[in-house]
C-alpha cells in the first residue's frame, strides 16, 4: 500500500529543517512531493550550539541538562512550524498525511559507547500537528551495536534506480558531516560517513569572518589548499577504518586551521572534505563510476570542482542536475524510512551501519 509522508530533518550544520512529502510503499517512490524549509534564525542556531556543548559530557540519551531541555523544546517547536507552513503553503491537509518521518537534532554520537541523542519530542510533535510521528530511528540499531548511521542508504538506493547511470552508482550526501552510498550492479550497499562535510569549513568561517559559511565556495575558490596540512589531517584512525563507520559532529574539531588565512583556511578545509571522499574509494568493491552529490554541499561550486579532480575519471554530478530536489534529498529519506518503520520493514544492514542484523527501527506517536 502507498502512503502519504512528511519527512522532517534537522542535521548536524543546525542551518533550519528541511521538509519533503512522498508517496511511497517503502520500497519504491511512487511520487515525489513539494519540498519546504523553515530556517533557525541566529539566536535558534546560537542555543542549538550550545546544546551540542552541553551534551558532550552525556551518558544517559534521556538526560536533559543545561540548555539541553530549552533546546529540544525549540526543536520540537520549529518542527511543528516547519510542517505547518508546509501544510498551509501546499494547501495539504493533516489528514491527507498517514505519517511523518522526524529525525530530531542530533546533539551527541558515540556509537562505540552505544550511545547517539537526538532531540527533539515525537509524542509532542504528533499532539501539535495531529499526525502520527514516527522518530527516534537511529536508536534500535545502536543499541544492537550499529553505528546508527547513515541511515539514508536504502532511500538512496530506491532513488539511484530511478536514474540512467553506469554502476556503481555512489551517492554522497554533504552535510554538516558527509556520507557515502555505494550501490553495485546488483542494488548491493554499501555506506559509510565519509569524514568532515561543511561543518569545518562553516565552523572556520563563523570564527574567522562571521559568515555562517563560505557562500558559493567565494573564499575558498581564491585561496591555495594546503595539501601537507590535509595529509596530517587524513591521518586521524577514522580514514584507515573500513566502512561501516560513522562520526560525531565534532570528531574534528580539534583541527587548527587558525595559522592559514580565511582564503586558504577555507581552500584547506574544502579540500579535505573532497580528499576524506576521494580516501573511501579503495575501500569500496569497485571505484564508483557516477557520483551524484546532494545535501547543502552541493550548492558549493568548489567543493565540487574539488570533487571532480579527485573523483576523475569518475562523472560527478549533483542531484539538481539529475532531476532530484538535492537539498530536500535526507526530508525525503525520513520520509520513507518512517512508512518502512511502520511496515516493520528493515532501515540498517550489516553493510550500511554495521548492525548485526537487518534491522528496523523507531518510535511512534499517535495524536
Ligand atoms: N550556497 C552555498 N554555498 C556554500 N555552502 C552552502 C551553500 N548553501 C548551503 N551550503 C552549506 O550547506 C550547509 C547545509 O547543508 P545541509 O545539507 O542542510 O546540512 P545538514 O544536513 O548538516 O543540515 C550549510 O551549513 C552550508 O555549509
Ligand atoms: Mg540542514
Known sequence: MTL???????????????????????ERVAAFGPVGYRRYAEDERALLRRALADAAGLSDRAARPGVLADAEALVTKAHAEAVEDFLAAHRVGRRDIAVVGFHGQTVLHRPERRLTVQIGDGYGLARRIGVPVVFDLRAADVA????????????????????????????????????????G????????????GNALIDDFMAARSGAAWDRDGVAAAQGRADEQWIAAALAHPFFAAPPPKSLDRNAFAGLDASALSVA???????????????????????PPRSWIVAGGGARNPTLMRMLAERLAPAAVETGQAVGWASDAVEAQAFAFLAVRALKRLPITFPATTGAPRPMTGGATARP
Do not use: K, W
Open 4 to 26: 502519504r509522508a512528511l519527512g522532517l530533518m534537522s542535521g548536524t550544520s543546525l542551518d533550519g529543517v528541511d521538509v519533503a512529502l512522498i508517496e511511497t510503499d517503502g
Open 144 to 183: 544492537a551495536g550499529g553505528q546508527g548511521a547513515p541511515l539514508v542508504p536504502v532511500f538512496h538506493r530506491a532513488l539511484v534506480a530511478t536514474l540512467d547511470r553506469p554502476h556503481p552508482v555512489a551517492v554522497l550526501n554533504i552535510g554538516g558531516v558527509a556520507n557515502v552510498t555505494y550501490v
Open 185 to 196: 550492479d546488483a542494488g548491493e550497499l554499501i555506506a559509510c560517513d565519509t569524514g568532515p
Open 264 to 286: 586558504d583556511g577555507a581552500a584547506t578545509l574544502t579540500a579535505l572534505t573532497a580528499a576524506a571522499v576521494a580516501a573511501v574509494v579503495p575501500r569500496l568493491p569497485r
